[in-house]
């Protein structure tokens, strides 16, 4: 079955550092999420990607974050400054058709810790 | 303002039933789904409704009222490994719009 996958499961930063986060989504589809957990709270959305273009962004999602498509199979999240509070598990998600309507898959995520 | 909510924690016995409620307030609405989240593990896809009433999958069903911004998710036969958080969230244009969780603890 296929699956939506991330590198790497978990990362450690200094405060300042930039990381870059990966994911491969599934290989037909065609729309791409990035969602954030704080550790005990709700997730929450970041961006959303399609025709290599953002198609929506959250408020959290500021100059700091960026995304990209660098390739036919992968899709990355860009922290420049990593500050303290982006600690937290960052999940990458896929789906066929966009505007909310279908399933999105998930990734088994990476958990950032910004030290 | 975009508001969904859902209790907190809920307990239930082993072999028993469950419903979980959700309530929402979004400016848009897409579809309404239910996930399931173990801790430190990405959340799963359980159901989706878009259309009013219920849909049902084996164990699990999902309902919908649109004009009352509410749904349910109805566990039958709970097992122990139904122990975790379920997430109720809005499709709203191209995002998902998460509520905080509901913990479902089954007791044996």
């Known amino acids: 079955e296929p699956e939506v996958t991330q590198t790497p499961s978990h990362q450690v930063t200094q405060m300042g550092q930039e990381v870059i986060l990966r994911c491969v989504p599934i290989?037909?589809?065609?729309?791409f999420y990035w969602y954030r957990q704080i550790l005990g709270q709700k997730v929450e959305f970041l961006v959303s990607f399609y025709n290599n273009e953002i198609s929506e962004k959250s408020e959290i999602f500021d100059d700091q974050f960026s995304v990209e498509r660098p390739d036919g199979s992968n899709f990355t999240l860009k922290i420049r400054s990593t500050k303290l509070e982006d600690s937290a598990m960052y999940f990458c998600a896929s789906s066929s058709t966009g505007g909310g309507y279908n399933e999105q898959f998930f990734g088994p995520g990476t958990r950032l810790t910004v030290l | 303002g975009q508001n969904i909510d859902q209790p907190t924690e809920m307990t239930a016995t082993e072999g028993a039933i469950v419903q979980i409620n959700c309530t929402y307030q979004t400016s848009g609405f897409n579809g309404l789904f239910w996930y399931q989240q173990h801790a430190g593990e990405a959340p799963t896809f359980l159901s989706y409704?878009?259309l009013d009433g219920l849909e049902e999958k084996g164990r699990f069903s999902s309902f919908l009222s649109r004009s009352k911004g509410y749904s349910y998710l109805l566990l039958k036969e709970l097992q122990m490994k139904d122990s975790a958080s379920y997430l109720c969230a809005v499709g709203s244009n191209y995002q998902l719009i998460w509520g905080a969780g509901t913990k479902l603890i089954i007791k044996p």
């Open positions: 290989s037909n589809h065609l729309y």
């Open positions: 409704n878009v």
